[in-house]
């Protein structure tokens, strides 16, 4: 069973900063793209940031040049560094890793999510 669990979230004031962890456990033989979505109140779920196994990053255009992803495979953990925060990112944020597991193939698994709070 693959469990992804994450922490980080909270109340921050805008132009704070804030760093969301998802660290991947079960029995997993390796991690493909990891990513970081969120879902603000009435709106459908969007991709914020996923980064590939290699390092390679994408961004979603209204947080490049403020948010920063980034991986420690060792630890099949993926980090959001949320700088300069607006009270727009308020939202449910999502982390999703494209976990395999030996004998059982490659498959999507979504954390239980996280609150960001920015406040004006």
């Known amino acids: 069973q693959v469990e992804l669990v994450e922490s980080g979230g909270g109340l921050v004031q805008a132009g704070g900063s804030l760093r969301l962890s998802c660290a991947t456990s079960g029995r997993i033989s390796s991690t493909n793209t990891m990513g970081w979505y969120r879902q603000a109140p009435g709106k459908q779920r969007e991709l914020v940031a996923r980064?590939?196994?290699?390092?390679?990053?994408h961004y979603a255009d209204s947080v490049k040049g403020r948010f920063t992803i980034s991986r420690d495979n060792a630890k099949n953990t993926v980090y959001l560094q949320m700088n300069s925060v607006k009270p727009e990112d308020t939202a449910v944020y999502y982390c999703?890793?494209?976990?395999?597991?030996?004998?059982?193939?490659?498959?999507?698994?979504w954390g239980q999510g996280t609150q960001v709070t920015v406040s004006s």
């Open positions: 980064i590939t196994s290699d390092g390679s990053a």
């Open positions: 999703k890793t494209d976990a395999c597991s030996s004998g059982y193939g490659c498959f999507y698994y």
